[in-house]
């Protein structure tokens, strides 16, 4: 099933503060995120535009 991407989508990407790196990007529907917790505090979210997160994409699958 694929997920909707409506006005209420919200894009992110979840950062390992330790090293800094990138660990898990996606998207969901602004009320199944948590307020924007993340599930640890070692993991820090930060919400992309969806220009942003298309950019970001891309150059993963290249």
Known sequence: MAKIQDKETRYF???ELKSMKIIHWGFDQRENLNKGLSPSPAIHRIFLTLGQY?????????
Do not use: G, H, R
Request: hydrophobic share 40%; no cysteine; net charge positive.
């Open 13 to 15: 990407i979840d950062v």
């Open 54 to 62: 298309n950019k970001y994409v891309s150059a993963v699958n290249k």
